[in-house]
Nanobody, 124 residues
Framework: QLQACGGGLVQAGGSLRLSCAAS????????MGWFRQAPGKEREFVTA???????YAADSVKGRFTISRDNAKNTVFLQMNRLKREDTAVYYC????????????????????WGRGTLVTVSS
């Protein structure tokens, strides 16, 4: 089970850190991704970390968002800086059980396990 938390209301230019805690699973056994869905829009890939520790981010968040993994806490984090109004969305963490060790996939359909989302609202 994956549980995302840490969302909230923040002003544009501010920061938030989301957490995705796993129970019954070990996050280092999976490629872990963050996705988001804004109102009226399709779900989109944000960033992910491979089992090998490499990361990849969508162009829209590159340089502002950072994904990390704490194996001791069995948790994945999403540090979001310089937030923009267009970052407003429900954010979901997901686990990819089948990709190769250094690989990252960006299609949500390829992820096997999903947590409940956490809402991030960025105000102007």
């Amino acid at each position: 089970q994956l549980q995302a938390c840490g969302g909230g209301l923040v002003q544009a230019g501010g920061s938030l850190r989301l957490s995705c805690a796993a129970s019954g699973r070990t996050v280092s056994d999976y490629a872990m991704g963050w996705f988001r869905q804004a109102p009226g829009k399709e779900r989109e890939f944000v960033t992910a970390i491979s089992r090998g520790g490499g990361t990849y981010a969508a162009d829209s968040v590159k340089g502002r968002f950072t994904i990390s993994r704490d194996n001791a806490k069995n948790t994945v984090f999403l540090q979001m800086n310089r937030l923009k109004r267009e970052d407003t969305a429900v954010y979901y963490c997901a686990a990819d059980a089948t990709t190769e060790y250094y690989n990252i996939r960006t299609m949500g359909a390829e992820y096997d396990y999903w947590g409940r989302g956490t809402l991030v609202t960025v105000s102007s």
